[in-house]
């Protein structure tokens, strides 16, 4: 859908505007998380990756709406990598949220493991294919790990926010099920992208919240 605002074109709104809302609902949810980590690392991740997810779609927004030619062109290329690069930071965060769950790794070796990984991301989509089925690839999994940690937290009843943010994050699986199968609600109006930001939107809520009602201990945190 093409939409004209005093003079300027906004290519696919529907999807640039999906995408600000969503910019705006991470900035929120990650200034809040960020303000009440004191004693709570998951508080900290939490924040990484709503304010990463919030840049993805801002960036996300203005490529959408003003790159129809996509990364054929140089300008669209390079608009694409501030998505790609904010995206791989939100990985990056959720992989150390989760390493922090699983293994008993020194700060040093989670960091460099971390590191190697958010490299790979971002040369893979630098110089082999930039499009949004490699994001996917290593995204995925990272979402996937921390979901299956929250999905163990939640067994065992440990703190009973992680049930709010292991819901999130299932959905938040869902969203990108849907978008890579391109699931539509209209064919010009409301697009699998457009969709996609509104199922994430609703994650992010959850995420959010049962990130803010984490315990301060070490249990929990």
């Not at 939490?46 to 959408?64: C, E, N, Q, S, T």
């Not at 150390?96 to 040369?123: E, N």
């Not at 994050?169 to 209209?186: G, N």
Request: hydrophobic fraction near 60%.
């Amino acid at each position: 859908m093409t939409l004209e605002f005093f003079g300027v074109t906004l290519h696919e709104a529907d999807v640039a505007l999906t995408d600000v809302g969503l910019a705006v609902l991470g900035s929120w949810c990650a200034r809040r998380l960020w303000q009440r980590r004191a004693g709570c690392v998951l508080r900290y991740d939490g924040a990484l990756i709503m304010g990463a997810l919030a840049a993805a779609a801002l960036f996300g927004a203005i490529f959408h709406a003003f790159f129809p030619a996509k990364t054929s062109t140089r300008a669209g290329f390079l608009m694409w990598m501030p998505v790609a690069a904010s995206i791989a930071v939100a990985s990056a965060a959720m992989l150390t949220a989760s390493l922090r769950r699983i293994f008993r790794l020194s700060d040093v070796a989670r960091r460099l493991v971390v590191s190697v990984y958010a490299v790979a991301f971002v040369l893979a989509v630098l110089f082999i294919d930039e499009s949004y089925g490699t994001i996917v690839i290593f995204y995925g999994p990272a979402l996937l790990l921390l979901l299956a940690v929250g999905v163990r937290e939640s067994l065992r009843g440990a703190d009973p926010a992680w049930r709010s943010l292991t819901a999130g994050l299932a959905l938040s699986v869902i969203a990108a099920l849907l978008q890579q199968a391109r699931v539509i609600v209209h064919p010009v109006y409301f697009d699998h992208n457009a969709l996609y930001h509104v199922v994430q939107s609703i994650a992010l809520v959850l995420i959010y919240r049962g990130m803010a009602q984490a315990r301060n201990d070490r249990a929990a945190c």
